[in-house]
């Protein structure tokens, strides 16, 4: 939120799951009074709230290989870079893949049962996260 999505861009935010109760000790973003709302919509209504004046725009996808038609080669010709916050390794490994591809930077971060994970993916650069 700092400068992300602020005067040109546009930070794209997409989540097909809504708020569970187990969410809110670790999702900053999210009330009590926010189970069972959509996490991307109300992630973007948050963010909105601390800076009126970030663009954002919220989708409600699994990100994979069935919404290719929706994250295309024009979607991604669009980014200066990812930041993920998964909790599934096939996700992760499916975003790696795309922004090596698109020779995006990759903030790669989440969580794996109880462990947290941060990891900057820099491609042909760094390691990715799928060659950890």
């Not at 959509?38 to 954002?56: F, G, H, R, W």
């Not at 699994?62 to 979607?75: I, K």
Request: glycine share 6%; charged share 20%; hydrophobic share 35%.
């Amino acid at each position: 939120m700092m400068g992300v999505g602020h005067t040109r861009g546009m930070l794209t935010v997409t989540d097909m799951d809504t708020i569970e109760r187990s969410n809110l000790n670790r999702q900053f973003l999210f009330r009590s009074w926010d189970v069972t709302k959509l996490k991307s919509d109300t992630a973007c209504n948050a963010v909105k709230e601390m800076n009126p004046d970030i663009n954002v725009t919220s989708h409600q996808n699994r990100v994979g290989p069935e919404t290719e038609q929706v994250y295309t080669d024009a979607f991604f010709a669009k980014l200066d870079g990812v930041a993920n916050a998964l909790d599934n390794v096939d996700a992760r490994s499916y975003m790696d893949r795309r922004c090596v591809y698109y020779g995006l930077p990759l903030l790669e971060s989440g969580t794996l049962g109880t462990k947290g994970n941060v990891q900057v993916v820099i491609p042909h650069v760094t390691e990715s996260y799928s060659s950890s």
